[in-house]
């Protein structure tokens, strides 16, 4: 899937070859990686094969203070995505944070806030990447929620093939775009009915509900809600389970299920991209950014 095309030249740098981030190079431990594991990455995102679980990476989502979805995190996100995709030693990947009770607080809300037309279409063009990239991966995706994961963050757990969710009721999940004034896109809407089923989807995205962990897993959102302590060792239990299925048996399978769900954002991306401009350069979308982002900045007193 091309990355760069049509991308402004700050992205392209940006997906310039990783390697040129200081001992992130494959094979080479990069900075604070400890103990020599061979591991690979950029800044914000840490890449570290599973010592205990061969061909299955964990990458660690490392933009404080919240992981939220910033262009050049999506970036990053999506080039080590790639290098995991192109690199056949690994079957499998662990998507977990590292950010202490946050899986990842969505959207940067600064990326669709007082941007120009030109930035929020690249801007949107890399939120559609980053899901098509994550919900049709060829690997094993399972997301270690070890914090809140709210809107763009719901999303990302969506995408994954299997959620397991830390036990904290801190940890709520859910596509709460309408408690911020805006709503999810169609291929956000999609990926929780194909989860949830149409009548809770439905009631869930009116009224934003963002699930605790004993009601995400009765509604389905997640598929299993253990003790935090528990959440990377039973991911990779459930790795193991699905690496024993033939790749390729489950590969065309899971490409069966949602190949329909993702080709109707294939088939109109410039559309969606337009659509979004539209939508979030209109003024009362912004003075609601406006008032959430200020309400994000009195909570902190
Ligand atoms: C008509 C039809 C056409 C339609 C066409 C398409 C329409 C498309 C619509 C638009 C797209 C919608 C899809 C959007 C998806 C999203 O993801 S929107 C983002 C949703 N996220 C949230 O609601 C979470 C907001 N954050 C929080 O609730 C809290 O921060 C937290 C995650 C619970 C963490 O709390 P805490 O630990 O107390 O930290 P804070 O102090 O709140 O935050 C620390 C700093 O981080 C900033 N911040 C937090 N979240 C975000 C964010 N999402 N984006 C940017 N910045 C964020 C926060 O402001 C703090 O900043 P400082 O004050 O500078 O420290």
């Known amino acids: 899937m091309a990355l760069t095309v049509g991308l402004r030249p700050l992205t392209r740098a940006l997906l310039r070859p990783w390697a040129r981030v200081p001992g992130a190079a494959l094979g080479r431990p990069a900075a604070g990686s400890g ?20 061909g299955v990476a ?25 290098k995991l995709e192109n690199d056949k030693t690994f079957r499998g990947i662990i998507i977990t944070s590292d950010c202490p009770g946050i899986f990842s607080a969505g959207l940067d809300l600064l990326e669709m806030y007082g941007r120009d037309p030109a930035h929020c279409a690249e801007y949107w063009k890399a939120v559609q990447e980053l899901w098509l990239r994550v919900y049709l991966s060829n690997l094993v995706v399972i997301g270690a929620i070890n914090g809140i ?10 995408s994954c093939d299997y959620r397991v969710l830390a036990n904290n009721p801190k940890y709520a999940i859910g596509l709460n775009e309408t408690l911020l004034g805006i709503i999810a896109p169609f291929w956000f809407k999609d990926v929780l009915v194909n989860t949830i089923g149409h009548r809770a989807a439905e009631r869930a995205l009116q009224l934003g509900f963002l699930f605790p962990p004993s009601d995400a897993l009765q509604v389905g959102i997640v598929d299993q809600v253990v003790p935090e302590d528990q959440v990377q060792s039973t991911a990779r239990s459930v790795m193991a389970q699905w690496l ?13 299920v949602r190949k329909p769900t993702a080709d109707r954002l294939l088939q109109q991306r410039d559309a969606d991209i337009q659509n979004f401009v539209r939508f979030i350069s209109r003024d009362s979308i912004q003075k609601s950014l406006h008032v959430y982002l200020e309400k994000l900045k009195q909570k902190k007193g």
């Open 244 to 256: 024993a299925i033939p790749d390729h048996a489950r590969q065309l399978t899971k490409n069966l």
């Open 35 to 54: 103990d020599g594991v061979r591991c690979f990455g950029s800044p914000r995102v840490l890449v570290e094969p599973d010592p205990a679980a061969v």
């Open 58 to 82: 964990v990458m660690k989502m490392r933009n404080p203070p919240v992981n939220s979805l910033s262009l050049e995190f999506l970036t990053e996100l999506l080039i080590s995505l790639e």
């Open 149 to 158: 994961s709210p809107a763009g963050g719901c999303l990302l757990s969506l």
